[in-house]
């Protein structure tokens, strides 16, 4: 079926080095993308989002790379911090008239050490 | 603004009983979700709404119910609690135009229900 994965569960980087999580959707239809971070015991945040007529965004410090080709979604964290340990879900908007709704990947847990 | 508050923040129940949770927004976005999520996993999707007085279901709507009377309120009920519904429940809310890519979801911080 459809769906939207990772493919690393588990992230580990050493602070002040860059991360890159990958996310693989299966919907070519799905014209817009988001990258959550979700802290231990707290809501999913919002951390950026791309639209498919696009490949590449910024934002401060992180950056989200859109491969339609290939399905592939990637984000990057720059001068990774302790604070950016969570796990990071994409997730994949499937357009269509009165039905909205954002498919979620599994999860990767971002983990930062000293 | 306080954004989406969800109400409790957590919650044991006994199988069979049910309950409401609770979630507002007040940022007047039209469409609101349920999702629930497991451990280690992603969210998926319960139910959700386009507007007040519309709903419709998600991927996993069973033993579930809601109702949208007001743009501000989308509470969720579980009627006949079972183990297979221990998880954390997550609200969330967007402002989305039909036929358009819909805005970010925000979400709230969540319910962490046990049943037993």
């Known amino acids: 079926g459809e769906s939207v994965g990772l493919h690393l569960p588990t992230l580990s980087v050493q602070e002040g080095d860059n991360s890159i999580i990958n996310c693989a959707y299966s919907?070519?239809?799905?014209?817009?993308f988001i990258w959550y971070k979700q802290e231990s015991g707290k809501g999913p945040q919002f951390i950026i989002d791309i639209r498919s007529n696009m490949d590449k965004r910024q934002g401060q410090r992180v950056t989200v790379l859109l491969n339609k080709t290939v399905k592939h979604l990637s984000l990057q964290i720059a001068a990774t911090q302790p604070g950016d340990s969570a796990v990071y879900f994409c997730?994949?908007?499937?357009?269509?008239?009165?039905?909205?709704?954002?498919?979620f990947g599994t999860g990767t847990r971002l983990q930062v050490f000293p | 603004n306080a954004g989406v508050t969800q109400t409790p923040k957590f919650r044991i129940l006994k199988i069979g009983q049910s309950m409401t949770l609770q979630c507002a927004q007040d940022m007047n976005h039209n469409y609101m979700y349920w999702y629930r999520q497991d451990p280690g996993m992603g969210l998926k999707l319960i139910y959700y709404?386009?507007?007040?007085?519309?709903?419709d279901k998600g991927e996993v709507p069973n033993g579930y119910n809601v109702s949208r009377s007001t743009t501000e309120d989308f509470p969720l009920r579980l009627e006949l609690a079972a183990p297979s519904q221990t998880s954390v429940y997550f609200c969330?809310?967007?402002?989305?135009?039909?036929?358009?890519?819909?805005?970010?979801?925000?979400f709230g911080p969540g319910t962490r229900l046990t049943v037993t």
């Open positions: 997730a994949e908007n499937r357009v269509g008239y009165n039905t909205d709704k954002l498919i």
């Open positions: 709404s386009v507007g007040a007085g519309i709903t």
């Open positions: 969330a809310s967007s402002y989305s135009v039909s036929g358009l890519a819909s805005y970010e979801q925000y």
């Open positions: 919907n070519s239809a799905s014209d817009y």
